[in-house]
């Protein structure tokens, strides 16, 4: 028997922000590209768009810088905001899943299939 | 700026006990009755009976006890070990709320909007 657990973040009772959004800002930190980002996670271009300006809008903070032109066809960077962002949201699952494990563990010892 | 969070129990990688099933149980306890427990929690009597089956199975521990015929016609009643696995499941529930939320403004307390 183990426990699992889901979090996300609301604002005014709405969603927006979990473990997808998490993974396509950290995509587009690894490729520096919206289009790439957007391949890996199997969305499109235009959706991932309109979920980071839904985050950006939502959160009050601008999350991805898109340069255009330039040698190598213009990409997109995070923000230092969004990094910091990420590392709290990163930072939150694994302390939670941490919490969650040892909270299960304590009140359920001595349970069968333990 | 606010975390929600959602916890499961799973036995062998499969979902076997949330909200949902805890929801069941506590209306079985308050009805004394499957039927009625179903009609409230909107679902048909044969899912009702096909959850508890699946959750006594997985689980390894008997849950319900029917009591047919009688002055009353019958009726259902949780055994001591469902009893005492709904108190553990909501205070495992009630606890990470608590920690989540703890954890989250620890973490986040500067960010805008919180």
Redesign the interface.
């Known amino acids: ?11 005014g009772g709405e ?2 922000f979990g473990r997808g959004r998490r993974f396509l800002l950290e995509a587009i930190d690894k490729h520096g590209s919206i289009t790439r980002a957007a391949r890996e996670i199997n969305i499109s271009y235009r959706r991932a768009w309109s979920y980071i300006n839904a985050m950006e809008e939502r ?3 601008g999350l991805v810088e898109r340069h255009t032109g330039g040698k190598n066809g213009g990409g997109a960077v995070l923000t230092d905001e969004a990094r910091r ?1 990420l590392e ?1 949201y990163a ?2 699952e694994e ?2 899943r941490e ?2 494990d040892e ?2 563990k304590n ?2 010892t001595g ?3 333990v």
């Not at 028997?1 to 604002?11: A, F, G, T």
């Open positions: 028997m183990q426990v699992r657990s889901k979090i996300w973040v609301e604002v969603p927006v959160l009050g903070i962002f709290k930072l939150l302390g939670v919490l969650v909270k299960f009140i359920f349970e069968r299939d």
